[in-house]
């Protein structure tokens, strides 16, 4: 299914580009790269705008649940590049990873590596250890101007029944409090990439038609139906 809107101009709508505030407006898409600021954009809307709902309180209870019950929360530290353990009460905002796994290798967070990852620098030496799409997160959230990521391979110790158990009780809570969820929806892997971000490259056609001289009009497909066929709609957790 798709949709018909305006092709919006951002030059001419700089006077009204509220994100929240424009109305079957669509807009052409860099092929190449993702649009941080315009991603910047929408994060400040939120946080402006929906706070009834979107703001964040990892004191509040969601059922009998919140996220001060584990004893330490982890977070891959962007700026330091390594692994933070923050007591619950020092809850910091950071961006969430939710993507596909698949078969192949990554580095995980374990008691035998636990000690080492906190190290700060030591993701830069294992950075070609780490998955693409892991290393893509790490950069767009560093360019959203956070400084910590949450990734359920290096966040939870892997090797441990009881932490990694903890982590999926709460894991709903996770995501709730997160600024922001990068869902890495493309590909059937870990290694596939972000597409847009860094190294990993994209291709979007775009079916534009000009119904009078200025105006034009852009076919959209719906994100659900973009969605609904890719490998990580058929995960577990989504």
């Not at 969820?181 to 490259?201: E, L, M, N, Q, R």
Request: aromatic share 6%; hydrophobic share 40%; proline share 6%.
């Amino acid at each position: 299914m798709v949709y018909i809107a305006l092709l919006h101009d951002p030059i001419a709508a700089a006077a009204n580009s509220h994100p929240t505030r424009r109305h079957a407006i669509a807009r052409r898409v860099p092929s190449s790269r993702i649009d941080v600021e315009q991603m910047k954009g929408w994060i400040a809307a939120c946080a402006d705008e929906h706070t009834d709902t979107c703001a964040r309180r990892p004191n509040r209870p969601l059922g009998k649940r919140n996220l001060h019950e584990l004893p330490t929360i982890r977070f891959v530290d962007v700026i330091n590049k390594c692994i933070a353990e923050l007591p619950p009460t020092k809850f910091p905002v950071y961006a969430a990873l939710s993507y596909v796994w698949g078969s192949v290798f990554t580095t995980r967070l374990s008691t035998h590596n636990r000690t080492s990852l906190l190290e700060p620098g030591i993701l830069r030496k294992l950075w070609s250890r780490l998955p693409r799409t892991i290393r893509d997160a790490i950069k767009l959230t560093k360019q959203l101007g956070m400084q910590y990521l949450w990734v359920d391979s290096l966040c939870l110790v892997q090797n441990d029944p009881q932490d990694v158990e903890n982590g999926i009780r709460l894991m709903d809570c996770i995501y709730e409090e997160a600024a922001v969820t990068i869902v890495a929806a493309s590909g059937d892997h870990a290694d596939y990439g972000i597409p847009g971000v860094a190294s990993t490259g994209r291709t979007l056609a775009h079916r534009i038609v000009e119904v009078k001289p200025g105006v034009e009009v852009i076919a959209c497909q719906q994100f659900n139906e973009a969605l609904k066929n890719a490998p990580y709609s058929k995960r577990a957790w989504t």
